[in-house]
């Protein structure tokens, strides 16, 4: 007899390669035939409603690793709560207007202006389909669940249509006015940027300190007196049309040489150095607001330059004298505003100067800078020019620099009805919990919203003009265009007549002839997906609005969780959302922000393609995602490694439990030895864990609980220890089956744990436990942690144990470097204690030996009386020795009884028992 064939080893299918690339293709294809989706959902049904709102990626390009994380984010929060008794449905959309697609089709060769406009749009509208096509296969590579086959997109007829009752609902409540403001405006696009659309960049800028001559003094300055300001922007000298001083500040009168300077006080001496001033005086002081109303002299032009007060002028930097253009600042503009100024912006759309701006028309603004400066300094107003790098606002979509610039523009109110965001904000629960302040404080903060764009790749703006120029903003247009939308699609916009578009009779008492015009420009795609929650929320049955959670980059505070909630707020008067979560950026290894140009990008596609989805979203649940993430090959490694540990433990688990029955050989929790009891109470402790890590999102305390427990207390201790009880003992044996009913509850317990995390390894596993009815794993609960009230004074018994086991684990370790021994099972271990322990020996339910897999062992004493050769540590003094006795054919223990049993003479009396009753 080979006594090698009566050992009860492991046996499972399941491999230990994952070979996830190929794999993961097989399980999705099986996903997509039996339609999982909509079996998670039926299986949901009647559960309280979890809806995490999907916010748009834009439709152009490949996935990059930030799509990644937070696609894989939302499926694992979308997934867990679908196992943790809600009803979770997942739509995902895309956002797809805008001038990235413009450009795209630009770049292809498209001749926009050989086609009509209705024609072009056509053009975007099929390039936007082509491009989510591709993002849907790559998202649904990554393994995330959802009703991708009815996702939304914002070019849909449906969702313009909603879009536009939440303009008309804005209009309604006086939200939206047409104004001359100005606004962040794109040289490069041609067209008005909202704030979340700017970016920052290093930008070479000039800096000049210029003079202003004072020619109405009023008796409080001598004519021919000049104020100095500063500025980085020389090119808007020429809409200068006053000088800004804070009413409470102290200003100073300078004389140096002939001159008279009027400065801030607290300036004078960062001025006079930056201006040389070798030699200067303060003549007198006085404070702002008694120069108010003074009169001096544009440096350029035969104009004035009045001498006005604003609160907005600082002593922080510059001369605490500002240089006031209406027409190109926001700050300049209301204060302007309040003096009766003018709105003076001599700069076209392409950013090139005026006739406005004499002796400049024609230049590019950036250009112009030098032409200005050199005129200044013809006419000797010019104090000081020099250089410096600074970080300056760009187009984020050209990434050229943008300008302030004045022009007539749609915008949404904020102001109106800030106090209700701020609310809305104050109940909204945050993830991280800094979410909030920064929120409130854009909030706060922010001026009215910009929202027309000077593009034709969007939503058009419902407006009528009459023929005097007056818009029309009614209920019933709104309605009628929103009517129009739903069934036509908002293209029809650009393929008819205003009149055509207007409510059939439709008249109007400043248009007495009948004639009609509208609106030419679209809204801020911001707009667009600020709206979605009337476009998906509300508009589908299978969801409910307010969504329960908003995920998103940290960026959307002041993009889509920005526009959101002002929407959602004007209209409803509290936000979208009743959770925000937001995550950090992606990172290469050295925390450098990935770009083609360093060579450090990692793309979803290829790790995919070399080490499986599961892989990318194993760590995605191990970093800090609310931070910046780094993200390399050798992480990934790392990952990958972690990966392999938890395979293979899953597979472990499964090869031992082939022959037992969940049902027919589960073993009570009160009939299991205490060793089993212990891990069975620490395996309670994980579920419990992990599932309030889930709750709060918190998926690097799932992947380090999982980690720690599957290295720990498994693979280092149980199912080391199992093996001398599994392999060994007979098939029915109490004991074998007590590991048995652990071991299957912990494979049960992680897999369904790591579903939402590793759902294509969950999964292939589920299709071998033989046991398990359900079609997919996906279509179960997490399971719940059991509460025994031993758990207190057994867990602190068997801390104690381990704590000795540890040190005798370290004994052996030191004897088997020094060639005392070999392999642990060839050692004889004695034991002196403290006093402590002593106690924890008072039983014959706990095999010392085999708890430390040796074949002999003795408790000596106590720790004072060890023996000089013994190896004293914290618990406890050890000594180790060969054992006595020799060496068990079929369980490798050393034993004395080897050979009593005559027909088994290589066997000892344990192994010879089994034979006899189960192979003979």
């Known amino acids: ?101 413009e450009q795209a089709l630009t770049n292809k060769g498209v001749k926009r202006k050989e086609m009509t406009l209705a024609e072009f749009r056509k053009l975007c509208e099929e390039y936007a389909y082509q491009q989510i096509d591709n993002q849907r296969n790559q998202f649904k590579r990554l393994g995330v669940r959802g009703d991708w086959e009815n996702p939304y997109v914002t070019l849909k007829p449906s969702f313009e249509s909603r879009q536009i009752e939440v303009f008309g609902e804005m209009a309604k409540k006086g939200y939206i006015y047409k104004g001359l403001k100005p606004v962040y405006w794109s040289p490069s696009s041609e067209s008005a940027l909202a704030e979340a659309e700017i970016e920052y960049q290093d930008k070479k800028s000039p800096s000049i300190y210029v003079s202003f001559s004072v020619t109405e003094g009023k008796g409080v300055l001598e004519e021919g007196t000049k104020f100095i300001i500063w500025t980085t922007t020389p090119w808007t000298i020429p809409a200068n049309l006053a000088i800004s001083l804070h009413p409470s500040v102290e200003y100073a009168v300078i004389q140096v040489k002939e001159n008279k300077f009027v400065v801030a006080k607290d300036l004078v001496e960062s001025v006079a150095s930056e201006l040389s001033w070798e030699e200067y005086s303060v003549e007198r002081t006085l404070v702002g607001k008694e120069m108010e109303r003074l009169v001096a002299k544009h440096p350029l032009y035969d104009r004035d330059s009045l001498i006005i007060l604003g609160e907005h002028v600082t002593t922080e930097s510059g001369t605490g004298c500002v240089h006031t253009a209406p027409g190109h600042g926001e700050e300049d503009f209301y204060v302007g505003k309040a003096y009766g100024l003018d709105v003076l912006c001599p700069v076209d759309d392409r950013g090139v100067m005026t006739a406005e701006a004499p002796g400049f028309e024609g230049l590019f603004y950036d250009n112009a800078n030098k032409a200005i400066t050199e005129a200044l300094d013809k006419v000797g107003a010019l104090e000081k020019l020099s250089f410096f790098t600074h970080s300056y606002p760009h187009d984020w979509r050209t990434k050229k620099p943008v300008i302030y610039r004045a022009t007539a523009q749609w915008f949404a109110s904020i102001e109106a009805f800030r106090d209700e965001l701020l609310q809305s904000i104050r109940n909204t629960k945050f993830t991280p919990t800094w979410g909030e302040t920064r929120l409130y404080n854009m909030i706060r903060d922010r001026g009215d919203w910009c929202i027309s764009r000077q593009r034709v790749w969007g939503v058009p703006i419902p407006v009528f003009y009459a023929e005097d120029g007056e818009p029309i903003l009614t209920e019933e247009t709104i309605s009628h265009v929103s009517k129009l939308f739903r069934e036509h699609g908002s293209n029809i916009w650009f393929q008819k007549e205003a009149k055509e578009l207007l409510p059939e009779g439709f008249t109007h008492p400043r248009s007495p002839n009948g004639i009609f015009t509208k609106e030419t420009d679209i809204m801020d ?286 004994a052996l370790e030191e004897a088997r470097n020094a060639k005392a021994i070999g392999k642990s099972l060839e050692a004889k271990v004695t034991l002196y204690v403290k006093d402590e322990f002593k106690p924890l020996f008072d039983t014959d339910a706990i095999d010392f030996a085999q708890l430390f897999i040796v074949s002999q062992f003795e408790l000596a004493g106590s720790q004072q009386d060890a023996t000089d050769n013994c190896l004293a540590l914290e618990n406890a003094s050890v000594l180790v020795e060969k054992a006595d006795g020799e060496k068990c054919e079929r369980c490798w223990t050393i034993s004395d009884s080897v050979g009593a049993n005559e027909k088994h003479a290589t066997l000892c009396t344990r192994c010879a028992e089994v034979v006899e009753k189960h192979y003979i």
């Not at 079996?39 to 990644?68: C, E, I, S, W």
Request: charged share 25%; glycine share 6%; no cysteine.
């Open 1 to 101: 007899m080979e006594y090698k064939d009566t050992l009860l080893m492991p046996k499972t299918d399941f491999p230990m390669r994952g070979n996830l690339p190929v794999k993961e293709l097989d399980i999705q294809a099986k996903w997509a035939e039996m339609d999982i989706y909509k079996k998670v959902q039926d299986r949901t049904q009647g559960r309280p409603f979890f809806v995490l709102h999907d916010g748009p990626p834009y439709a152009n390009g490949d996935l990059h690793m930030g799509h990644a994380l937070n696609k894989v984010l939302k499926d694992m929060i979308v997934r867990q709560k679908s196992m943790t008794g809600f009803h979770a449905p997942y739509v995902p959309g895309w956002d797809t207007h805008g001038l990235p697609i």
């Open 525 to 810: 795609v911001w707009f667009d997906s600020g709206s979605s929650y009337q476009g998906v929320l509300v508009e589908r049955d299978d969801l409910v609005f307010p969504a329960d959670l908003y995920l998103e980059g940290s960026d959307q505070y002041r993009g889509w969780f920005n526009s959101s909630l002002i929407t959602s707020t004007a209209v409803y008067g509290h936000a979208p959302y009743k959770g925000l979560l937001s995550h950090g950026f992606t990172l290469d290894g050295e925390g450098r922000k990935m770009s083609k140009s360093l060579g450090n990008v990692i793309v979803p596609s290829k790790v995919m393609n070399q080490l499986g989805a599961d892989i990318v979203r194993l760590w995605v649940a191990s970093v800090d995602y609310t931070a910046d993430v780094r993200v390399s090959d050798a992480i990934f490694k790392q990952v990958t490694e972690v990966y392999r540990k938890i395979r293979n433990t899953f597979r472990f688990l499964h090869g031992n439990i082939s022959d037992f029955h969940p049902v027919n050989d589960r073993v009570e929790f009160k009939n299991l030895r205490e060793v089993d009891q212990y891990v069975y109470m620490k395996l309670q402790e994980v579920i419990k864990t992990v599932r309030a890590a889930y709750e709060r999102y918190d998926f690097a305390s799932v992947y380090h609980t999982v980690n720690n427990f599957v290295s720990g207390e498994l693979s280092s201790f149980y199912l080391d220890i199992a093996k001398d009880v599994v392999y060994i003992y007979g098939q029915d044996h109490k004991d074998r089956r007590a590991m048995q009913t652990v071991m299957y509850d912990t494979l049960l317990s992680l897999l369904k744990l790591m579903t939402p995390i590793l759902p294509h390894t969950a999964d292939e596993l589920w299709s071998y436990l033989a046991h398990e009815q359900e079609e997919s794993i996906q279509l179960t609960d997490m399971p719940d942690a059991v509460v025994y009230p031993e758990y207190e004074a057994l867990a602190a018994k068997w801390n104690k144990i381990m704590d000795l086991r540890d040190d005798v684990l370290k």
